[in-house]
């Protein structure tokens, strides 16, 4: 069973920068398509990152591409989230997933079979 531990939420400032990780037991990341996704009380779940596990492309949303990075170690079994340039409108609790089922469906959260259980990330302004 593979179980997914994330890492790194805390409080910051607009402008700071925070990196999120996500601890992969029970399978090698390098397997799954692995992405995160953000929510807040107000909004749905809301792809955020993705890398895809065959060639690593990543895939980010509008929101944050450019700010954004996810990245994979393969060697720690791990997945990263750096997060430049926040905003108050990035704070959120961000998840991470993990996709056997369909690893092309990168953006699309029903396609993540396995699930962390969130960090709270907190943008002051």
């Known amino acids: 069973q593979v179980q997914l531990v994330e890492s790194g939420g805390r409080l910051v400032q607009a402008g700071d920068s925070l990196r999120l990780s996500c601890a992969v037991s029970?399978?090698?990341?390098?397997?799954?398509?692995m992405g995160w996704f953000r929510q807040t009380p107000a909004k749905e779940r809301e792809f955020v990152a993705g890398?895809?596990?065959?060639?690593?492309?990543?895939y980010y949303a509008d929101s944050v591409k450019g700010r954004f990075t996810i990245s994979r170690d393969n060697a720690k079994n791990t997945v990263r989230l750096q997060m430049n340039s926040l905003k108050p409108e990035d704070t959120a609790v961000y998840y991470c997933?993990?996709?056997?089922?369909?690893?092309?469906?990168?953006?699309?959260?029903?396609?993540?079979?396995?699930w962390g259980q969130g960090t709270q990330a907190t943008i002051s302004s």
């Open positions: 997933a993990a996709n056997s089922k369909q690893r092309s469906a990168v953006t699309v959260s029903t396609f993540y079979n396995y």
């Open positions: 890398i895809t596990s065959d060639s690593g492309t990543t």
């Open positions: 029970g399978g090698a990341a390098s397997s799954y398509t």
